[in-house]
């Protein structure tokens, strides 16, 4: 019987001969291409640090902006609080995604199953380990997850290209912003995201500190007032958008699979987290320190600050990013459709881009009907983020490893600051317990009431939702 170290050396070992980039005309892993190519650099990633700069500029993006809505719901020591308390959950359940995608490929690979040109998914990994009832759950949640995730990104373009462009009204810009988001349907995979991943984290960085600085230079509105937490309702709407915020790990496996060695991914979004922390905690604070109460009818920061060429240039970097992050949360619904139709074996990228435009329809008509920039995202973090990525993973590792045998044998053991898989059940057990009763539980009836508040202010279909009132014209 091989030892403990030699069974992961085996497991690693067998990762480095199948692991290549799916549809990759290119033959591989860039290391072991001998000649020097731009295209490499920018096109094929598959690195650790192209993991860490994927998991980070996708963890943070359009949501950015909301956090000082949040805060402004729940108050400065609530907002702190909780934004490290599921900082450090969603890195505790990215990581037994992580830990049950390696279970998953080290029994097929056992088996002799090729994912060549096949992309594994979070479902086909439920599927695999707990059966075809386990995928349907999974496959309904992240899918619809993703699909909102991508709404929330158009609504995001339109709401802050407004700011520097009212021309148009936010539902138009929706319109032009959904056929440029369309052409995410040319890129691959997530081994195509390398520049893409590593530019969005820089906008995502100007922008936090952007948000910081200027806060602190407009200084505090006079007679500002730090009322929150003044609303239960309000409370945990504020709190289900931090637990969206962390919870944007959905596309966890597809960016593991993108990896040459995905074994390696184990505590990657831990340190993406902690680099997320230092955007989100100070741009949050600074902006309801400087303006109060005035952000719960604010929801995009953008609104509060004067315009300047620093705020123009951070609207215009956050408006690419979304690009990119849509493209993120798209991704895996163009894998899903795919292997529907039967498409996804295909390497022409043209034909796959046609297969893959329906996905964007349904996406585009859905930022039209609840263009709610803000509300939306605590519902959706209440309603289908705490599933998707907090409980499932949870309990699909409890049930995985439920058996002495399945433990025995455990292709990943416990991590090394728990040991035991009594602790690590425990652990899982109050994640399932917490996000269920606080975050699906108070937070979905916080932030639906809150939804169906907007909707009954604005209506459907808002035209221009949260734009200031036209100003009338002076009689003479």
């Known amino acids: 019987m091989l030892s403990e170290k030699q069974a992961e050396e085996a497991i690693v070992s067998s990762f480095d001969e199948t692991v290549q980039p799916e549809h990759d005309d290119d033959g591989g892993d860039p290391h072991h291409q001998s000649e020097f190519s731009l295209k ?26 909301t956090l000082p809505y949040s805060f402004s719901q729940m ?9 490290l308390f599921y900082g450090f959950m969603g890195s505790w359940t990215a990581y037994l995604i992580s830990v049950l995608y390696v279970e ?31 995928k349907a759950v999974g496959l309904a949640f992240n899918c619809t997850f ?50 893409w991943s590593f530019l969005g984290l820089g906008m995502t960085t100007y922008t936090a500190w952007y948000l910081t600085a200027a806060a602190l230079v407009h200084g505090q509105d006079p007679g500002v007032v730090h009322s929150g937490p003044k609303k239960l309702d309000l409370y945990f709407t504020g709190a289900t958008n931090i637990l969206y915020t962390f919870g944007g790990h959905a596309v966890t496996v597809e960016i593991m699979h993108a990896m040459w060695k995905p074994q390696k991914f184990k505590y990657i979004y831990l340190l993406a987290t902690l680099y997320v922390f230092t955007l989100t905690l100070p741009s949050a604070a600074a902006m309801y320190w400087a303006f109060g109460d005035e952000l719960l009818t604010h929801s995009n920061a953008f ?4 315009r300047t060429g620093w705020r123009d240039a951070a609207v215009i970097l956050m408006l690419i ?36 435009l329906p996905v964007v329809v349904p996406i585009w008509f859905l930022a039209i ?38 433990r025995l044998n455990a292709a990943e053991k416990p991590p090394v600051f728990l ?35 907007q909707v009954d202010t604005f209506g459907l279909f808002a035209k221009c939702y949260q734009c200031p009132p036209p100003v009338a014209a002076k009689h003479h």
């Open 40 to 65: 490499s650099i920018f096109w094929h990633g598959g690195s650790v640090y192209d993991a860490w700069f994927s998991c980070a500029s996708n963890q943070v993006a359009q949501v950015l902006l």
């Open 75 to 83: 108050g400065m020591l609530s907002g702190i609080i909780l934004q």
């Open 104 to 134: 998953y490929r080290t029994r097929k690979e056992k088996e002799n199953v090729s994912f060549k040109n096949h992309v594994i998914q979070w479902f086909e990994v439920l599927d695999g380990l707990l059966g075809p009832t386990w």
């Open 146 to 195: 993703l699909l909102f995730g991508s709404v929330i990104q158009l609504i995001a373009c339109a709401s802050n290209i407004y700011y520097i462009n009212d021309k148009f009204d936010k539902r138009t810009w929706t319109y032009i912003f959904g056929a440029c988001c369309a052409t995410t349907v040319f890129i691959p995979s997530f081994h195509n995201y390398r520049i």
């Open 303 to 306: 609104s509060l600050l004067p």
């Open 321 to 356: 990013h979304q690009f990119i992050t849509f493209g993120f949360a798209c991704t895996p619904l163009y894998f899903v459709w795919e292997k529907v139709v039967g498409m996804h074996d295909t390497k022409s990228v043209l034909k796959r881009a046609l297969v893959r």
């Open 369 to 406: 009907v609840f263009p709610f920039f803000g509300p939306i995202n605590s519902a959706v973090g209440a309603l289908l983020v705490s599933f998707t990525v907090y409980i499932i993973p949870a309990t699909a590792h409890m049930l995985t490893y439920r058996s002495a045998s399945a």
């Open 419 to 453: 040991r035991s898989w009594t602790a690590m059940y425990i652990v899982n057990a109050f994640v399932v317990v917490w996000v269920f009763v606080v975050g699906f539980g108070l937070g979905g009836w916080a932030s639906v009431t809150n939804f169906v508040r």
